[in-house]
């Protein structure tokens, strides 16, 4: 079973930065995907970014293009989001998503329904 493990979040001011990290363990994820979601209160989950583990492909919303990105470290298991130049609409829960099921993240890679396991979110909170 696929276990994802997010760290990183807390509180940063609005033009500074943050970096999340996304632990994954239980499977090889050399030949599959990542992504990046966030939930801000009293608003629908929304895509943020995604990428084949390998770095060949990646995504970013328009909100956050030129701002964050996401890489991995294979050494470690881990997938990273770096989030600079942060704005107070960037507030949110931040959650990690897999998908080893390549086919089907090609199709939805800025959908929840191209990926099968999800992180328990971390909170990222930018003041004004």
């Known amino acids: 079973q696929v276990q994802l493990v997010e760290s990183g979040g807390g509180l940063a001011q609005a033009g500074g930065s943050l970096r999340l990290s996304c632990v994954v363990s239980g499977r090889t994820f050399s030949s599959s995907a990542m992504g990046w979601f966030r939930q801000a209160p009293g608003k629908e989950r929304e895509f943020v970014a995604a990428?084949?583990?390998?770095?060949?492909?990646?995504y970013y919303a328009d909100s956050v293009k030129g701002r964050f990105t996401t890489s991995t470290d294979n050494a470690k298991n881990t997938v990273y989001l770096q989030m600079n130049s942060l704005k107070p609409e960037d507030t949110a829960v931040y959650y990690c998503a897999a998908s080893t099921d390549i086919f089907r993240w090609s199709r939805w890679p800025r959908m929840e329904t191209g990926y099968i396991d999800w992180g328990q979110g971390t909170q990222v909170t930018v003041s004004s």
């Open positions: 990428m084949r583990w390998s770095g060949s492909t990646t």
